[in-house]
């Protein structure tokens, strides 16, 4: 028997638990319970010893046919690496600005609040992000307002040709 890969249940075992038959000790069953096809024996060793079962009595249900080597996983593609850095979109931008001040000015962010309806595009969103700038500078200082406006434009994406629209 090897330790390393995983094990699952047999039909013959899930019947077994589902008739909570006494056959089975109640170390016996909570190991039975806890083999779950994911996991291998290997890393179910400290919990069989806290039931003080051994790798043998994984074995026992192995030859009753009450648990079967779990086939290899498919090889599957791997998924493409999330990006570490964040979206990059008008609308992020914005959002994210709103959220700051909502932080930052608390309820004295309701005039920016409705500017921000009429921020369509780029340079609709510089405009009013130099609003927003001069309201927390004004309210949290100048350092706090750079910083402010630094990390809102870290959301903005890169310059192209064309005037970017929110859409």
Same mark, same amino acid.
């Given at each position: 028997?090897?330790?390393?890969?995983?094990?699952?249940k047999t039909e013959a075992a899930r019947a077994?638990?589902?008739?909570?038959?006494?056959?089975?000790?109640?170390?016996?069953?909570?190991?039975? $319970?806890?083999?779950?096809?994911?996991?291998?024996?290997?890393?179910?060793?400290?919990? $069989?010893? =806290?039931?003080?079962?051994?790798?043998?009595?994984?074995?026992?249900?192995?030859?009753?046919?009450? $648990?079967?080597?779990? +086939?290899? +996983?498919?090889?599957?593609?791997?998924?493409?690496? =999330?990006?570490?850095?964040p979206a990059r979109s008008l609308a992020a931008?914005?959002?994210?600005?709103?959220? &700051?001040?909502?932080? $930052?000015?608390?309820?004295?962010?309701?005039?920016?609040?409705?500017?921000?309806?009429?921020?369509?595009?780029? +340079?609709?969103?510089? =405009?009013?992000? =130099?609003?927003?700038? &001069?309201?927390?500078?004004?309210?949290?200082?100048?350092?706090?307002?750079?910083?402010?406006?630094?990390?809102?434009?870290?959301?903005?994406?890169?310059?192209?040709?064309?005037?970017?629209?929110?859409?």
């Amino acid at each position: 028997m090897e330790l390393g890969i995983p094990y699952a249940k047999t039909e013959a075992a899930r019947a077994l638990l589902r008739a909570r038959d006494a056959t089975l000790t109640p170390p016996l069953r909570a190991l039975l $319970i806890m083999i779950d096809g994911k996991k291998p024996v290997t890393d179910l060793l400290p919990a $069989i010893k =806290a039931l003080s079962l051994k790798a043998e009595d994984v074995h026992g249900l192995l030859s009753r046919g009450l $648990i079967e080597p779990c +086939p290899p +996983p498919r090889a599957v593609r791997p998924e493409p690496e =999330a990006s570490a850095s964040p979206a990059r979109s008008l609308a992020a931008a914005k959002f994210y600005a709103l959220g &700051q001040l909502t932080l $930052i000015l608390g309820h004295g962010d309701a005039m920016l609040r409705h500017a921000a309806r009429e921020v369509v595009d780029h +340079p609709s969103l510089m =405009a009013w992000l =130099a609003a927003c700038e &001069q309201e927390v500078a004004a309210f949290a200082g100048d350092a706090r307002a750079a910083r402010f406006a630094a990390l809102v434009r870290e959301l903005l994406p890169a310059p192209t040709a064309e005037p970017a629209a929110f859409g």
